[in-house]
Each structure stands twice: as structure tokens, then as C-alpha cells.
């Protein structure tokens, strides 16, 4: 059930798991799962998950609003979708700085 | 169940796909029909049917469904299609076929669907839509060896192409429609564990296929880069808006001229060929002044339809969603309101019914509640026709037009008032300060030609049928309770005085006093509850009867310029800013929420909010007078 145990490349170096929520635009990252999270119920995850926020596909922040630092475009596969914070809280990424080519 | 019932129509294909996958153009270009397509997701909000006869001479019905991200439906309009599939729809049989539509560009996340509409086990073709753009792309998509893989067949199309839909016509002729499928498979809600695993097996096929996609930076991320950069991307937005307005006026001037001379060349033309006859006052005075008032803003509506159509077509959309997101959030409306609100600009009509992709009861019902004060296109007449009376047309801050300014303000002051009621009804429902987003920014195209010629063509075909019915037939009404009962012999003043219209103004007058208007606006506004630019023709019409003698068919501006005082000119903009909509839009608010309860609170607030408005914009303006 538990897919958090996401494989890295042996050589890379290890990132820590954090919220999509605070990754930085520019850098590419792995998503690891949805949860459901403080300010979502789980049917905001399920929508992620059915979004394609899916375990091992590569995330990107393409820009983010001004001071507020909300709301969030993200890239996941060849999509592009427009996330409020508590929503990007939902979907647990780690940083695979360099990960280009998805399949 | 029923399949005999509609032998004769033909079998049942339904067209089943993600958002904005290009469902709408392959139906429009297979049925001859005219649905709406933009870039954005949930353009198609309710099932539409259409009948295709196959290059054979086989009958299909060919069925198109609002875009669905997965069979498990959060929003009112993918309910349609999750039901339509599963049989779920009262009186309605399955489909007997389905064409699962993709977008070439986006397999990774389009096949997720096409697996679980496999498992339905309904007969079914999956048609690798945008195969064009796919491959100008770079992809190479190995289409046999993609069927092999999924088990199910596959034609590639071209959905904004005539000829691009050859392929699955082929298809629906040699292999289509079987004969009723088997009974709906079990169907029940995935956990994001079977999703993932429906992935993986998305990217095995994918592999297997040679599909080939990049994660770095596309095309549309390099023109996101700016367009949604949070300096940038508003002071962009704010330009682009700005100059929509002042094209409004600069460029509807000449085309605006030209059918104001045609109107007052057929006015001249009845007055002197034929002899004096009520028929005639109903022609000059009733119809041509009337329907001669409302034509003129023909041009204005036009060039504003051409912006909205090429922002939408491109994709610019949602991302101007994007960067208002934090004004809509902060009144406590889901980011999704906004594809609704910006399609209330055209008419609250279609705004209300594009609510039913927000998930939320509580945040649809709010965005339903506020869409009448977009400034849709019915009013752009009656701005139009009181800003080109009473603003001069001129330059002011080097270079910006003035009227254009003024019209500018007026729609930044109809979304002011929303977001002010959003915050309202927030505050009192006490709603989630949590509202969903999660919306799609599509990848951006160059607007397609056909496409932004049909969308102006029908906005043409709209509004003239608005005036060669609704318009014509209230305009010759109200010339008639405008002329009857005659003035007594000898009375000093214009007959319409005494007329029943002229009575009714008179009685409403008292109403409107406080707020600056006269009888024959308080005439007007009647008949401009059942659409709003009728309120100009019927203006046109009482002023036509009132001046004594003298032809004004075509010169409303002019007459209305030199009788009102410029309070009273200000006052009704505000007026129209709030205005009750029209009957239509109270009647789509109680099919929408299926209950009087909320048209009734819709048009008593505005009506509390227009006289409010009015009243305010009337005394400040009497004081500085």
C-alpha cells in the first residue's frame, strides 16, 4: 500500500521528501504519493492522483503567484495544472534535480 | 435495455475523452453541427446528439460528453458522462459504441481513461486525436503497435481539419457499431494505489509503443515563463484587457457610421414613399427606430466576441485564471469560477450552465449567484449609446480614448460588485476558506481561422436573431400601448402622453424619480427585462413618438444628449451595471439550483443594489454639478 519507498538512482544524492507545496520553480522533482492534507480531505488526493500527480512521475513548478506565493502551475507528465497551496500540500514530491526525460 | 427503441436512428456512439482533447471539434466535424470549442477544459458542460450518415449511407447518432479526467465523477457535468457509460441515466440505454477520444500530445495521462472505460466492456475504437501536432512535434507514436498493446483499435485524427476525420469514418463503416454490448461491467471508485497502477501499465504501453516525451522546458513553457510570471503576467493581462476596450470604440466607428446612414436612408425612404398611415408610424417610429437603435452596437459586439475567441482559442484563458486566482480566493470563490464568469461576459445564460464543473454545491452556488454582474454583451448597447452621448470622444492622459476608458471602468465596476458579493455570501455561509483549483493550463495553439470565423459568425446569427424577434416583436408592443388610447383633440404635448405606455412611465416615474430618470426611461426599462438592449430600441421608440413631427430614426444619441442631464445619464450606467437580468437568466438560475429560492434572491438583491447604486451616482454627480 505504502509507496513512499520511492527507488533512487544509487549515485544520486539523497533528497528529502517535502510537500509540492515548497519546491522551488525550476527544479524537477519525483513524486513519491498523495495524501490527504491539513487543509484537505482525501478526495482532494484522489483528484490529484486521477490528475496524474502519480508515484515516479516528475514534477516541476512553472511559476507560482506574487508574494502570497499562491497559486501553483505545476508540470506533472505533459500536463500543466494550476494548484491552490492546500492542494499542492497533498502530493508528496522528492527533489530529482536533473531528472529530463520521463520515460 | 432499450436499443430497439432508436433502431431507426441508427446505433449510439458516444464520444468520451479528458478535457480539452479536441471531443467537441471531431463531433462538430463529423455531425455538421456548431458546438462551441475553446482551449480549455469544460467547454462541453451537457450530453449533445447528433445524427452522422456514414460514407456507406449507415445511420449513427454520435453522442458527445463533457471531458472526464477518470470515471469516478467530482463535478456536476463529468457526472453526465460517468452515468451515460454506466448506464446510470434515467431513459437513456447505453451506448453501443464508444470513441474514446486522446490527445496524441498528453498519452501519459489520456490512456489512464481509456483503460477504465476498456474495463466497461463496451466495443470501442480509441481515436488518437491532434495526431498532427504530435507528430510537427517530434513524437513518433507507433499507432499499430499502441493497439496491439491496449488491446483495442486505434485511427488517428485531425479534429480541426475537415478531412481529418476520414480515418474513423472508415472505421465506424467497416468495423463499427456492433450490436448491443454486454451489460455495464461492476464498476466502483479506485484508490490512488490502482490508479498508480494503472499508470505503470500506461507506461509499459507507452514504451512499447516508442512513445517518446520530454519533461523539459516546451514551447508553452517558455511563453508561461512570462505570461505567468508574477510581475509580469498581471501588467500583461491588464494591457491585453485594456486594449479590448479601446478597440471597442476606435475601431467600431467607421462600420457604425455606415449602418446608421443605411438606417436613416430607409428611414427617409419610407417617410417620403409611403402615404401617412398608422402603418407607417409603426414602420418609422416603431420597428426602424426601435430596431435601427439596437443594430448600430452590432460592430462593437462583434470586435469584442473577435478578442474573447482568439483569447480562448489560444489557450489564454486559464492562465488569466491563473493570475487572478488570489483576488478570487481571497473572496472566497473556487478558482474554477472563473471560465464561468468570463464566459458570463458574452451572457449569464451559458456562465450559469459552465458552473457545473465546480465541485463544490456551496462555491457553484455562489459563482451562479454573482454571474449576472459580468457585464454580458446585452448591455454593451446601452453603454455604448449613453457613453457616446454624453463622453466626449477624446484623448486623454496622452492618448487613451476617453469613452473607451469609461466603458473600461464600467465592466471593472460590474466585477468589483461580484467579488463584493462573493465576499458577502462567504462571510454569512461561513464557507471553507479552502476552495479547489486544480484546473488545466493547456498547451497554447495559434487560433484556428474556421474556428474564429464560426464563433463570429453565430454571435452574428444571435444577435440578429435577438432583433428580428424578440426586439422587433416588443418594439411593435410597445408602439401600440405607446399610441393608443389617442390624445384628446387639442392637447398640447406628444400623444404617447396620454397612451397607456405613456401612463405606465408616468406611474413608474415616481419610483425612479429619486434616482434621476424620467418617464420614457422608466418605459424603457420594462420591456429591457426581457433583454436588456431592448431597453435602447424601446428608448429609440418612445422618443421617436414623443418629438413631435420631426424623423429621428437613427439619431437616438443626439436627442438623448440634449435631453437629459448628465446625472441622469450617469445614473443608469450604474443602473445597468447592477440591472435585474433578464427573465431568461432568472428561469436557467431555477433549472440550474431546481428550486424559486435563488432567482427570486438574484433579482431582489440586484434590483436593491442597482437603486442603490443609482441613487448614489445621481446625488454625487447633482452636487458637483
Not at chain 2, 459504441?97 to 496524441?104: E, K, L, P
Not at chain 2, 469613452?403 to 471593472?412: I, R
Not at chain 2, 454569512?428 to 463570429?456: T, V
Request: proline content about 7%.
Amino acid at each position: 500500500m505504502d509507496d513512499r519507498a520511492t527507488p533512487l538512482a544509487a549515485d544520486a544524492p539523497a533528497f528529502a521528501e517535502m510537500a509540492l507545496a515548497d519546491l522551488q520553480p525550476g527544479i524537477t522533482a519525483r513524486v513519491v504519493g498523495v495524501c490527504s492534507g491539513p487543509h484537505a480531505p482525501i478526495e482532494v488526493a484522489q483528484r490529484l492522483a486521477e490528475l496524474g500527480f502519480l508515484p515516479g512521475e516528475i514534477v516541476r513548478v512553472v511559476a507560482r503567484g506574487f508574494l502570497s506565493r499562491e497559486p501553483i502551475a505545476v508540470r506533472v507528465g505533459t500536463g500543466t495544472f494550476a494548484l491552490r497551496r492546500f492542494e499542492a500540500d497533498c502530493v508528496r514530491v522528492v527533489p530529482a534535480p536533473g531528472a529530463r526525460v520521463i520515460i | 435495455m432499450n436499443a430497439a427503441l432508436d433502431q431507426a436512428n441508427g446505433p449510439m456512439v458516444a464520444l468520451v475523452g479528458n478535457p480539452n482533447c479536441g471531443k467537441t471539434a471531431l463531433f462538430n466535424i463529423l455531425t455538421g453541427s456548431r458546438q462551441k470549442v475553446a482551449n480549455y477544459a469544460g467547454v462541453t458542460v451537457e450530453r449533445k446528439e447528433g445524427p452522422l450518415t456514414t460514407p456507406s449511407g449507415r445511420r449513427i447518432r454520435i453522442l458527445d460528453l463533457p471531458g472526464a479526467y477518470s470515471l469516478d465523477p467530482m463535478t456536476p457535468d463529468e457526472s453526465v458522462t460517468a452515468d451515460v457509460l454506466l448506464g446510470r441515466r434515467d431513459g437513456e440505454a447505453r451506448p453501443d459504441f464508444v470513441v474514446c477520444v486522446t490527445d496524441a500530445t498528453n498519452l501519459r495521462q489520456n490512456l489512464r481513461l481509456v483503460i477504465s472505460v476498456k474495463r466497461l466492456g463496451l466495443p470501442m475504437v480509441v481515436a488518437l486525436n491532434m495526431s498532427d501536432l504530435a507528430r510537427r512535434k517530434g513524437m513518433s507514436i507507433d499507432a499499430a503497435r499502441l493497439a496491439q498493446e491496449l488491446g483495442v483499435p486505434i485511427v488517428e485524427t485531425v479534429g480541426v481539419r475537415p478531412g481529418g476525420v476520414k480515418p474513423l469514418l472508415e472505421f465506424l463503416d467497416r468495423a463499427g457499431p456492433a450490436a448491443a454490448g454486454p451489460e455495464p461491467a461492476a464498476w466502483r471508485k479506485q484508490t490512488p494505489e490502482e490508479i498508480a497502477r494503472d499508470q505503470r501499465e500506461v507506461l509499459r504501453i507507452l514504451a512499447a509503443a516508442g512513445v517518446e516525451d520530454f519533461a523539459g522546458p516546451t514551447f508553452s513553457d517558455r511563453i508561461d515563463a512570462v505570461v505567468l510570471h508574477p510581475l509580469a503576467g498581471p501588467a500583461i493581462l491588464a494591457v491585453v484587457l485594456f486594449l479590448v476596450f479601446q478597440a471597442v470604440f476606435a475601431w467600431a466607428q467607421l462600420p457604425m457610421d455606415l449602418i446608421k446612414g443605411g438606417i436613416t436612408t430607409i428611414g427617409g425612404w419610407l417617410a417620403t414613399a409611403l402615404p401617412a398611415s398608422l402603418l407607417k408610424d409603426l414602420l418609422i417610429n416603431g420597428v426602424l427606430a426601435g430596431v435601427g437603435s439596437v443594430l448600430v452596437f452590432l460592430p462593437q459586439i462583434l470586435i469584442l466576441f473577435l478578442f474573447i475567441l482568439v483569447l480562448e482559442d489560444a489557450g489564454y484563458l486559464p492562465r488569466a485564471a491563473f493570475l487572478l486566482d488570489r483576488v478570487m480566493g481571497s473572496v472566497g470563490l473556487s478558482g474554477r469560477a472563473f471560465i464561468p464568469l468570463l464566459s458570463s461576459f458574452a451572457c449569464a445564460i451559458p456562465g450559469i450552465m459552465a458552473t457545473r464543473t465546480i465541485q463544490s454545491p456551496r462555491d457553484r452556488l455562489a459563482t451562479i449567484m454573482i454571474a449576472p454582474l459580468m457585464t454580458c454583451s446585452a448591455r454593451l448597447p446601452v453603454y455604448a449609446l449613453i457613453i457616446g452621448a454624453f463622453i466626449p470622444h477624446e484623448l486623454v492622459w496622452g492618448g487613451l480614448e476617453l469613452q473607451g476608458l469609461v466603458l473600461f471602468a464600467l465592466y471593472v465596476a460590474g466585477v468589483a460588485g461580484a467579488m463584493s458579493v462573493a465576499y458577502v455570501l462567504n462571510r454569512r455561509g461561513r464557507g471553507s476558506r479552502f476552495h479547489a483549483l486544480m484546473l488545466e493550463l493547456p498547451a497554447y495553439h495559434w487560433p484556428n481561422l474556421r474556428n474564429l470565423a464560426i464563433g463570429l459568425w453565430q454571435r452574428l446569427e444571435i444577435f440578429l436573431t435577438r432583433v428580428g424577434t424578440i426586439i422587433v416583436s416588443l418594439m411593435v408592443i410597445l408602439w401600440a400601448l405607446s399610441s393608443v388610447p389617442l390624445a384628446p383633440a387639442g392637447a398640447a404635448g406628444p400623444a404617447i402622453q396620454y397612451s397607456i405606455a405613456g401612463r405606465i412611465g408616468a406611474a413608474l416615474a415616481v419610483v425612479f424619480a429619486p434616482i434621476g430618470f424620467n418617464w420614457q426611461i422608466a418605459v424603457a426599462l420594462v420591456p429591457g427585462l426581457a433583454a436588456r438592449e431592448v431597453a435602447v430600441g424601446a428608448l429609440g421608440t418612445v422618443y421617436a413618438l414623443s418629438a413631435t413631427g420631426k424623423d429621428v430614426s437613427g439619431a437616438l444619441a443626439p436627442l438623448i444628449a440634449r435631453s437629459w442631464s448628465l446625472p441622469t445619464a450617469l445614473s443608469l450606467l450604474a443602473w445597468y451595471v447592477f440591472a435585474p437580468q433578464c427573465l431568461s437568466t432568472l428561469a436557467t438560475v431555477k433549472r440550474e439550483t431546481n428550486s424559486w429560492r435563488y432567482p427570486v434572491i438574484m433579482a431582489g438583491y440586484l434590483f436593491a443594489l442597482a437603486y442603490a447604486a443609482s441613487f448614489i451616482t445621481y446625488r454625487i454627480a447633482l452636487a458637483f454639478q
